[in-house]
C-alpha cells in the first residue's frame, strides 16, 4: 500500500512528541501483521506512507500450516 500527498509534510522528528496516535497505531499494527511501515515527509513537500505485509505468512499462522 502506498499513500501519499503534496500537502505541507511534517517534521518526522516531531513525530514522536505528538499528542495524535493515528500514525503509531496504524505502524502497530502493521507490526502485529510482521509488516513493514516506512514514513517520508518533507516540509513543504508532502508525505509519503508506504506499507508492506507477508500475507502468505499470515495464511500460514490462521491456517496453522
Known sequence: ILIYDNGIGFDLNLLDKKEGIGIKQ???RV???EGDF???SM???GTQIE???PTIE???KV???
Do not use: T, W, Y
Open 63 to 65: 491456517l496453522n500450516v
Open 43 to 45: 516540509l513543504d513537500k
Open 38 to 40: 516506512k514514513i517520508e
Open 26 to 28: 496504524i505502524e502497530a
Open 58 to 60: 499470515i495464511e500460514k
Open 31 to 33: 507490526q502485529l501483521m
Open 51 to 53: 506499507i508492506s505485509i
